[in-house]
């Protein structure tokens, strides 16, 4: 059976390159003509950097062409604030390879997400530990802002609390403000348990429609937005289809010795599977998300790195050992 | 395979007294001994009353004697406030006719569960809406309770935020109060996810260890309190485990046409299916949950019904047109 | 001394039209020209309405022509929700006869200042309880509009948070959106303690520079934004320099019949009493605020009732029976 | 006139021992008997230890014997972290001077005041900010707990909240804990407006009745707690009298030349200034504060400086340059 075939019937996407990416090579890890893929092991984890070379790459992967940065570290999920500010320093450099910095950049942060909703608020959680410093520009003496860029930061809300699309207040913010770049946090879906919270992806080609726990229906993009848009992205939770389908897979491995079964099994249809599994999530079906319990920890801990690497990788003067003082 | 064995293998507990019931009962509905079992329909769904008769009923539900009262209502998902309000009303009806209320009774309500974790916010947020009027009955001229009841509301917060075991905070309240008896709000854990949200249970044997999202170690029932306690507890997540189990259940019940699968699947031990679930839960195991996206706003709905059934319940003087008036 | 002298030299500005209308009127209550007043005696009050007809009016008045309409109830103050709940039909009713209301207008709500300071968040705390709808129109059946109108809400923030100015937000989304007016939400400085949340002022004219309690920099008014805004502001707060200027005019008072002293005061210059006056509010100066206790609940309650008038005067299908099932 | 009868008369007390000093002893600065004062400077600011040494010392400050330690910077106010950072060492180095520690002491820390209300919330803003500790040494492993002591944390809410009077909840979770000591935390009343945010008070005799903002009407002090209470107080507001009252003193000083007027002013009765005063304030009387604009980032700021002075003195193993991962 068609693993993608049953993704698209249960409506899920995969929200990091890095699964799609390993999805398409299979067991087998075949070369994906298009993408490029390079890896970097650090001292807590590694560094995969998947590049879609082209449109061809970028039809196989289902996602525009450009850099996915995935930073892997199963620290993130331990409660060790060391090496999580360590982590946050390893993040602001990888920033600072990617981000289109000139000394007088005006960067919009946009924080994405229901600030209601625990595992979809690392948006809004990252806003608010970040330091807005645009207005010092206009109204503060020199010496105040030195060693600062100007930003500007900001947690739109999702349309069922606004009435207003997500894309559209940024639009219109960005239209006033005329920031040289935006730079969007989201929680995302992941494919697997074992993503949650210990991945931050990091993408040069900003947010797609559907893409994220909120399911945008307009993009946040460098099209979209006029600027170009760096999405900075951590899996909160994984759809629950999902692990009623893994769940399914282990069964069938454990059995598939059985050579009746095997038969049976292959012929099994992706809606005959997708009936299956959504008998289990009824009456809620693909809006069943999965989460650990400590996720309000996991997620502010993980704001927390995300702001740190965004006030070091924006602010040429705030040296890594003082990075605290500069956040709320 | 027995499937409360391997509930237990994977640590997961039914908090629904109604749901052990009908796992009892099994598909072929027998009768459990030392327990009854009433239904009632009423417009938007129905009550059920089980009540454990005898120590030979407790053991066979795993629950202390008492009643269960459920009441199941697919509108409780639904945004229709209108009927949300009449569900308040009957649950206020319900809640009249079980506590133990005197007119002089002084009443300590009581929202478990963390503050931070929406889905275990159920709790503190009945509390936030609920009105305090003790105080008025030390400090207040008397017609400014004419009608109401003394009512202290509190949210004694989670062990890993305060470092105190819930029970010992409240225990401590109560030496102080001394109320006549407790009411406690709890967010609980389903055993299937169409009964997520859509039940309200009401317990006159309190809360007991392990019950709840987050695992209390220490009961908080007559016993530990000494005064009554009536334990008011809503389903808002799943055990993810229970899904994978669920969706595996589905496999097999496609598949057991085969008659070699048959023979296969009941040769399989609880500890190789836990195996296979965990295998799909790794690194979380048992912390995992299976939550709706909109689960924030569903338990504002729902922490609202009973903010409203209990300010019913409570105090006699308070008209239901006129409830909302004395929420916050 | 010339008080309005002193008031500029101590950076305070009245908000509340009524109070600069009483100002310019004197003791002797003489007409202002080119300024209409009228007086409607109400159930819990009365309600002025202070219209500025012309230039010469608007010279006097230091505001823009158009309605400034007060309606005072000293059961603004008291927790009688029953009373709250009959002054949000009445604020309703009024705020249909002068909003700009078409069957299928797009009406933004926007909620201005700080809501991590008590005092000024009564903006953003009238957003929270808002409901939008806008979105029902673009993606949900026509049953679940009926008798809505197109209401989009949100909290811009301040400019210390965001970076941004307030208005440059607000113009961005107006762009985007297109509504057919705006409501602004604001909390105001008053003259006068007594004013302090027994006023809702309702300002045809929108928001302008320098006004309520977060000193905007950028009006919110038609010129600026290109479509109707009308202003909805409630004094929390009064001055602190106006406090103690009030306590120096009644000492004065009390001393006056000592002819010595008279000849005394009324050398006195406005500069010199600004020092003593900034004496006792250093260093804080300008920025210090008197403010009751109870002022969060204060702010809540008339945050519901603004919350209740909106949906009321812009929902044509909402019964004033059922409203409260509108907010949140 | 007594300035000591119009606080009376105004029901004004002021929260801060160093200004009840600074009060009896006058303009000429003459010596309490039975109090010792000492004074000490440091980098930013000085610290002052008064000492109230017997009861005829008592009896004099109004305050129960024992040591009250104030921290008075002006960076206090300021938006440097660094050197808050630096002034929670010291405050820290000067906590464990008093502090009854013992290397298995057990420490139960108390945010007073009202969540809601902003220039209350510094008790619950440090909670929030601690960590708690307790509940590893009951189910941790040994390592995970090495340089701790035991802490428990706990904002119990006001009266108007729970019903419930905040000595009665605390004193019932101490008789469950069994505490060798309590740290209550709690925002105060300043006598002038310089002192608010700019000072820290520490004091070994608790809290007593009627102070701070919120006017407990229970001490939570030794006799009442069973366990030594130290207390520690921000002042974070000033009556509005208190300004009305300066400010009228202000305008005699400068009068106070014309001979006439001083006969006038010596013989105005306390009861006489009293009205003038409540005229202002009318209708909320003692009930307004002052408090500047920017309170909840000065309360926030100084939070974080008590939790991390907090940190340090309760935990031998938290070095100090890595106190911020010690907080949430």
Redesign the interface.
């Known amino acids: 059976m068609q693993r993608s075939e049953l993704y698209k019937l249960l409506n899920i996407k995969l929200d990091l390159a890095v699964e799609a990416h390993d999805l398409l090579r299979g067991d087998a890890g075949q070369e994906i003509p298009g993408v490029k893929m390079e890896e970097m092991p650090f001292e807590y984890g590694q560094i995969k950097t998947i590049t879609i070379l082209n449109e061809q790459g970028a039809a196989m992967m289902g996602r525009a062409p450009g850099s996915y940065i995935t930073l892997d570290s ?1 620290a993130l ?1 331990e409660n ?3 090496v ?2 360590k982590i946050g320093e390893i993040l602001a450099e990888k920033l600072k390879t990617i981000l289109p910095l000139q000394e007088n950049s005006t960067i919009l942060v946009v924080g994405l997400g ?1 600030w ?5 608020a690392l948006g809004p959680k990252v806003i608010e530990f970040s330091m ?5 520009f206009q109204y503060a003496p020199e010496e105040l802002r030195h060693g600062l860029r ?5 947690a739109p ?1 999702v ?7 997500t894309a ?2 940024i ?7 005329q920031p040289d770049f935006i730079i969007a946090i989201d929680a995302l879906a992941a494919g ?3 993503r ?1 919270n210990s991945t931050i992806q990091v993408a040069t080609t900003g947010i797609n429609p559907g893409s994220g ?1 909120g399911n945008k229906r307009v993009g946040i993009n460098e099209e979209t937005m006029g600027v170009p848009v760096i999405a900075i992205g951590v899996p909160t939770v994984v759809h ?1 289809g999902l ?6 897979e ?3 491995n ?2 598939q010795n ?4 095997r038969a ?2 292959q012929a ?1 249809q992706p809606v ?2 997708q009936q ?2 959504n ?6 079906g693909g ?11 996991l997620i ?1 801990n993980t704001a927390k790195i995300i702001a740190m690497a965004l006030a070091l990788a924006l602010h040429p003067g705030i040296p890594p ?2 990075v ?3 956040l ?1």
Do not use: W
């Open positions: 199963p999920r060790n604030k060391m999580h500010k229901n209601n909703a625990t595992p979809d807005a410093t645009r207005h010092l100007s930003v500007c930061v900001f809300g349309l069922g609390i606004t009435g207003i699309e559209e207040l639009k219109g913010a960005v239209d006033r403000i697997s348990v074992e949650i726990i629950a692990i009623a389908h893994q769940a399914m282990n069964l069938f454990h059995l059985t050579p009746a079964l049976v099994y099994l005959a599977v299956m599994i008998q289990v999530l009824e009456p809620f809006q069943l998300m999965v989460t650990p319990k400590e996720i309000d920890e502010t050992q003082e605290e003082h500069y709320h």
